[in-house]
T-cell receptor, first 111, second 114 residues
């Protein structure tokens, strides 16, 4: 089975902290990667895609290292509202392939 | 624009009972999916439908059947429920312009099989 591995956490950080999550994937053929956010007892929602050159969206930065087969998500200036579980996701089989989800990393931001 | 909707939100079944989980999307997406999510496990794909009239097995299809009724609706059926099927079930659909990467999820159905 193709795997996506994440540290389950929980990560407990104070407001304003910078926190980084890493994720590794097993299949070097995977082409696309994503971070989804899932709030407690809610559905997953796309946070951001991760492309080869990396990308940034406000306080969030995603990086891809193909040589080491890992993806990272950096959250700067953490907010209470960032508390959630972050799912690392890989797309296998090209654009018409399927998504493989990691088990998620739980983040708790404290006042 | 409701996105992806699922019914019911909660369900309790006895072992051996059958039921159908309903899913509908109003985003004109071609592809639809059924996942299950268990504690300590990632989301796992049960079945998917790349387009109206087609369905394919995912990672964990045993014990389930699906029907792509039309472009909007994709149902999941448990013919004879087992305790191992206690889970949270999510339906999703994807934007055809981007392939399958951007998947939009419904709110989930929490199923307990006694």
């Amino acid at each position: 089975r193709k795997e996506v591995e994440q540290d389950p956490g929980p990560f407990n950080v104070p407001e304003g902290a910078t926190v980084a999550f890493n994720c590794t994937y097993s299949n070097s053929a995977s082409q696309s990667f994503f971070w989804y956010r899932q709030d407690c007892r809610k559905e997953p929602k796309l946070l951001m895609s991760v492309y080869s050159s990396g990308n940034e969206d406000g306080r969030f930065t995603a990086q891809l290292n193909r040589a080491s087969q890992y993806i990272s998500l950096l959250i700067r200036d953490s907010k209470l509202s960032d508390s959630a579980t972050y799912l690392c996701v890989a797309l296998y089989g090209g654009s018409q392939g399927n998504l493989i989800f990691g088990k998620g990393t739980k983040l708790s931001v404290k006042p | 624009n409701a996105g992806v909707t699922q019914t019911p939100k909660f369900q309790v079944l006895k072992t051996g009972q059958s039921m159908t989980l309903q899913c509908a999307q109003d985003m004109n997406h071609n592809s639809m999916y059924w996942y299950r999510q268990d504690p300590g496990m990632g989301l796992r794909l049960i079945y998917y439908s790349a387009s109206e009239g087609t369905t394919d097995k995912g990672e964990v299809p045993n014990g389930y059947n699906v029907s792509r009724l039309n472009k909007r609706e994709f149902s999941l059926r448990l013919e004879s429920a087992a305790p191992s099927q206690t889970s949270v079930y999510f339906c999703a659909s994807s934007d055809p312009l981007r392939g399958r990467d951007t998947q939009y999820f419904g709110p989930g159905t929490r199923l307990t099989v006694l």
